[in-house]
Nanobody
Framework: VQLQASGGGSVQPGGSLTLSCAAS????????MHWIRQGSAPVFEWVSE????????HFSNSVKGRFTIFRDNAKNTLYLQMNDLQPEDTAQYYC???????????????WGRGTLVTVSS
């Protein structure tokens, strides 16, 4: 299983970024996929999930209305469009599979190399 996120960077508050995650080594098109993030605390915060066909999405309260998750099963790629970014969104972002969500935290079977998002003025 390989999951490689990209697209992070430094933006000012109110800015936007789109993250991508290239997936391989498993049946991507048949699985729920997730975005998780790790900020200063040593835990993974669950951000969002999308169903295998892309029709159903869920978001944490902290990003609802600002982030959009979508996927391209033909390209085995997961995306996260992030708008109106705030300093509290600063974190390492990862795509993941086989996740259990407990409160705000995620416990995932696989996650790959993350991409850093920094929001500051």
């Amino acid at each position: 299983v390989q999951l490689q996120a990209s697209g992070g960077g430094s933006v000012q508050p109110g800015g936007s970024l789109t993250l991508s995650c290239a997936a391989s080594g498993f049946g991507f098109s048949g699985e729920w996929m997730h975005w998780i993030r790790q900020g200063s605390a040593p835990v993974f915060e669950w951000v969002s999930e999308v169903s295998p066909d892309g029709a159903t999405t869920h978001f944490s309260n902290s990003v609802k209305g600002r982030f959009t998750i979508f996927r391209d099963n033909a390209k085995n790629t997961l995306y996260l469009q992030m708008n109106d970014l705030q300093p509290e969104d600063t974190a390492q972002y990862y795509c993941a599979r086989s996740c259990s969500i407990l409160g705000r935290t995620a416990h995932c079977g696989d996650w790959g190399r993350g991409t850093l998002v920094t929001v500051s003025s």
